[in-house]
Each structure stands twice: as structure tokens, then as C-alpha cells.
């Protein structure tokens, strides 16, 4: 089947990219090719030590590799803020992947007392993106996931006190993500900026996302693997929506697999909820309001 891979990542010499959650998974495979095509990347992650373990692992592959940290928990919008200092301290950067998330975990809260997945996986990266926004120069990534499409908002109880399902909770947080892409793209363009805003999904990859799966289902990976894409092949879809020739902003990519479940990258597609323009002017100004960042946008 014909796509976008890893292949087809073109040379980045002289181009920054600092890339969310890259000391695994799909986020360490972004870092790791990114690197050896020339790029310097830096990692944002939580864990200082996991994120200098896989800076030596991709320097083990790319001798010489233009690799740097910042410390980034996105569970903690002070920390989000400090990150986003040192960001802005630093070197412009060409292109933002927001990788990092969290994937159906037991209920748990942020620093800030937000529903752990929403707040990670949408607050975080809101707040992080419209810190940092005018310091990016060509694209900023969002990641979403398939599980979109049977998301919804409920906006009187973004921090599921009336009761929490990891799932759906999920599904919720992957929707803010692809609806947040939109909206950040429209305001760009209206705003006459140059940087735009693309989007990406892995489709099924087996990932550290999994280990909050039930054990039934983490039991049954070994015999999915040959129908799901491994985490090299998951980040094929971030690695075009960041730097593919013919991507424009409000571009959503993801595997051409059958359901978009593995395969190389081509566009992929979004519910019309994810596309509704009320919806994201909805999700932009509660986040602005939850978070205190206005992107100014």
C-alpha cells in the first residue's frame, strides 16, 4: 500500500523540533528519525532520567545527534509554565510535535484537581502550545487518536465527579485534541500567521499507552501484533503531519490500513464533530478559562 513512511522523512539539517512525551513509544521513534535526518531535537518529558536513557539510545543510532531536554509534566500547569520559560529562552523552534499523552488510567486528578486525561492529554497541551506558540515558526502537531470518533464533551463535567470510564473519558480527551487542531489552525490563518496546525493519529499501535488496558486485553496483544502497527509505524502519521512537503495547516493524517488501523500515512478522517467551528470556539475558551493561558489568538 502506498503512503507516507519513514522513508519518506526528508532531510531537516538545520530545522528544531521539540517533540512532547519522546522518551518512548511513538514520541521516541519521532525523536529518533527526526535525528537522524539531521534535525535538532529537543525532548520535553517528565522524567529526567528516562529522557536521558533515550537520548542515549538515539545517539547510539545517530552518532553526533543534536539532542537536548526540557523538563515538561504536562499533569502540572506550573510546571507546564516553566517549561514553556525555558522554551521561550531557547532557540526558536520550526516545528512543536504534541505527542505526549495518557491512555485510560485509573481515576486520577492533575496537580490542578483536572480529570487526569483531559487534563494531560487536552488542558496540558493547550496550555504548553499557547505558551510557546509565536516561538514556533512553521507547525504545530496535535496528536488524536481513532478513539475520537465516538467521543464527546460534556462540559458540566469535565472532571467526571458524576462518574469516571477510563474509556470514554479518553474518547473525550482525543476529541478536544482533533477539534483543538481545527480551531488552532483557523485562528493561525485568521491571525496571518505563517506557522499552521496539523494533526496525526497512529491508528492501533502497541505502545506503553496500552499497559492501563484490562488484562484480559493486554493477554491477547502477542497474537494482534501482525494486524497493528508497532510503534515505529505508529509515528509514520506525526512524522508527515511534521514534516511532509504537501501538508497544509488543518491537514489530519493517519494510517491507510482498513478502519485506519495500520499502514503508511495518508490523510485520515475526522468526525464532524472534530470539525465544528462551535465546538472548538467552545473547548478554546473553556480551556482559557480552566487553564488561565490565553494564546492571544
Same mark, same amino acid.
Given at each position: ?29 519521532? &525523536?529518533?528519525? @527526526? =535525528? ?6 529537543? /525532548?520535553?518529558? #517528565?522524567?529526567? %532520567?528516562?529522557?536521558? $536513557? ?117 474518547? &473525550?480527551?482525543? @476529541? =478536544? ?6 480551531? /488552532?489552525?483557523? #485562528?493561525?490563518? %485568521?491571525?496571518?500567521? $505563517? ?103
Amino acid at each position: 500500500m502506498s503512503g507516507f513512511t519513514a522513508e519518506h522523512v526528508s532531510a531537516q539539517t538545520g530545522r528544531r523540533f521539540l517533540v512532547t512525551g519522546a522518551n518512548a513509544g511513538i514520541g521516541f521513534e519521532v &525523536a529518533r528519525i @527526526l =535525528a537522524a535526518r539531521g534535525a535538532a531535537v529537543v /525532548l520535553a518529558c #517528565r522524567d529526567a %532520567a528516562r529522557a536521558e $536513557a533515550a537520548m542515549a539510545r538515539i545517539s547510539d543510532d545517530v552518532p553526533g545527534a543534536d539532542l537536548s531536554f526540557v523538563r515538561l509534566d504536562l499533569a502540572d500547569l506550573d510546571q507546564v509554565r516553566e517549561a514553556a520559560a525555558a522554551v521561550r529562552a531557547g532557540p526558536r523552534i520550526d516545528v512543536l510535535v504534541n505527542n505526549a499523552g495518557v491512555m485510560i488510567p485509573p481515576r486520577s486528578l492533575t496537580a490542578q484537581g483536572f480529570e487526569l486525561q483531559f487534563g494531560v492529554n487536552h488542558l496540558g497541551t493547550f496550555a504548553f502550545t499557547g505558551l510557546i506558540h509565536g516561538h514556533v515558526d512553521d507547525r504545530i502537531v496535535v496528536t488524536a487518536s481513532l478513539a475520537h470518533k465516538s467521543g464527546t464533551i460534556d462540559f458540566s463535567d469535565l472532571d467526571a465527579r458524576r462518574g469516571y470510564h477510563g474509556w470514554s473519558r479518553y474518547q &473525550a480527551s482525543k @476529541l =478536544a485534541n482533533l477539534s483543538y487542531m481545527f480551531e /488552532l489552525d483557523r #485562528r493561525l490563518g %485568521a491571525a496571518g500567521r $505563517a506557522t499552521q496546525a496539523t494533526g496525526a493519529h497512529p491508528g492501533v499501535a502497541l505502545t506503553e499507552l496500552t499497559r492501563h488496558l484490562p488484562w484480559p486485553l493486554r493477554s491477547m496483544t502477542p497474537l494482534a501484533t501482525p494486524f497493528f502497527n508497532s510503534a515505529a509505524q505508529g509515528a509514520w502519521p506525526t512524522l508527515q503531519a511534521a514534516t511532509g512537503a504537501h501538508v497544509q495547516g488543518g491537514d489530519y493524517l493517519g494510517p491507510q490500513g482498513l478502519g485506519e488501523i495500520s499502514g503508511a500515512s495518508g490523510p485520515a478522517r475526522a468526525t464532524k464533530a472534530a470539525r465544528d467551528p462551535k465546538l472548538g470556539r467552545e473547548l478554546w475558551e473553556r480551556s482559557v478559562d480552566l487553564t488561565g493561558v490565553d494564546p492571544g489568538i
